[in-house]
């Protein structure tokens, strides 16, 4: 079974940065699209950025510039590099992993953007 589990998320000031990471367990990481998403509270979970096997990525226009998305497929890990932190990007982070077959979903970690 595979599992996700989301980590570096926490309370930083508008302008600072973030790294989220997203280790995987139980799958084979390089067969899997790797996404992050966001969910911020009443409002619909967001695409933020993802990555394909093939080190492809896409992002949401709303992050373009200031985040970046990577994966080291020898540590079966996603990363997302955050920067130029805002307020509206507080929200709770999702890691998930796509295949042809499957969608898997990680807990979450909150990233709270406040002075």
């Known amino acids: 079974q595979v599992q996700l589990v989301e980590s570096g998320g926490g309370l930083v000031q508008p302008g600072g940065s973030l790294r989220l990471s997203c280790a995987m367990s139980?799958?084979?990481?390089?067969?899997?699209?790797m996404g992050w998403s966001r969910q911020a509270p009443g409002k619909q979970r967001e695409l933020v950025a993802r990555?394909?096997?093939?080190?492809?990525?896409q992002y949401a226009d709303s992050v373009k510039g200031r985040f970046a998305i990577s994966r080291d497929n020898a540590k079966n890990t996603v990363y997302l590099q955050m920067n130029s932190l805002k307020p509206e990007d507080t929200a709770v982070y999702h890691c998930?992993?796509?295949?042809?077959?499957?969608?898997?979903w990680g807990q979450g970690t909150q990233v709270t953007v406040s002075s």
């Open positions: 139980g799958g084979i990481f390089g067969a899997y699209a």
């Open positions: 990555i394909i096997p093939g080190g492809s990525t």
């Open positions: 998930n992993a796509v295949s042809p077959l499957h969608n898997y």
